[in-house]
């Protein structure tokens, strides 16, 4: 009879567990494992240290799977987990947007203060 892995024992007991132990039961790797952790919030850092506990791991592997589908009727409970709602975009039209990413020129956003024109003076030399 075989003994599980110290890592997979450690999980069962609601122990904290490394993502490099994580990544390589799985079979994924470390680095993307880290990544996702801190992305997701769902990991606890301290220094240069981090660790992933049991709530975390539910977490990590659930933002992993595919969603089910692209409507806003979600039964899984991800739409809570990741803050996304169900409500529909507001109605704008084209001309809207377009004026919304549409740059202002630098004067319409900085004008200058004084708008009195000086007399300008020519330097050049009069030819006789």
Known sequence: MTTPAPETIEREQGKPITPEAFAKDMGWGAKRVRQLAKKLGACCILGNRMVLLPRHLEIITKATEPCPSSSSNDTSGTAALFGTTGEMLPATTY???LAQRTRKT???LHPRS???A???ISMDRKTR
Do not use: D, I, K
Request: charge should be positive; aromatic fraction near 0%.
């Open 114 to 116: 004084s708008t009195n």
């Open 106 to 108: 630098r004067r319409e």
């Open 118 to 120: 000086s007399t300008v």
């Open 95 to 97: 001309a809207e947007r």
